[in-house]
């Protein structure tokens, strides 16, 4: 069971570090059927949820790309270490990098049955906002 799930990490570090609109479909198939996905913004289920969070990112973000740092695994769940690199469509166009934490759970068939994203979305989001960056900026002094 355990080299299924290795396997299973490999194609989805290959699929996040390839990932573009037309790669979607392949990712969500790693996904069971009825898996939760949560992270800072979302809480869903079920891989059409899923896939839709990713297509937003497409419609928000330009030259999205997720590296992937490492991967930590222990039978049936996993922690993958990553960085994602980005460009805002809407205001400073610059390349952005968040770093962040996946921790999957993966069920008997070897696909991902829970994954929960862990990263700050003030660093990576808020502080690049044109009203709010300034503020979230100057908090962060005074810390």
């Not at 059409?48 to 769940?77: G, H, N, T, W, Y």
Request: proline letters at 3%; charged letters at 25%.
């Amino acid at each position: 069971m355990e080299n299924s799930i290795q396997l299973t990490i490999e194609s989805l570090k290959i699929q996040y570090e390839q990932i573009s609109v037309e790669s979607v479909d392949q990712l969500i198939q790693l996904y069971s059927p009825d898996a939760r996905f949560k992270d800072p913004f979302n809480l869903v289920f079920g891989r059409d949820a899923i896939r839709d969070i990713f297509l937003k990112m497409f419609e928000q973000v330009d030259s999205p790309q997720f590296v992937i740092r490492e991967v930590l695994q222990q039978e049936s769940s996993a922690c993958l270490l990553w960085e994602f690199k980005f460009k805002f469509k809407c205001w400073d166009t610059s390349e952005k990098s968040l770093t962040g934490v996946s921790w999957l759970q993966f069920d008997h068939t070897n696909l991902v049955s829970s994954h929960t994203d862990y990263w700050d979305p003030a660093e990576g989001i808020y502080e690049h906002l044109p009203l709010i960056g300034s503020l979230m900026r100057g908090l962060k002094k005074l810390a």
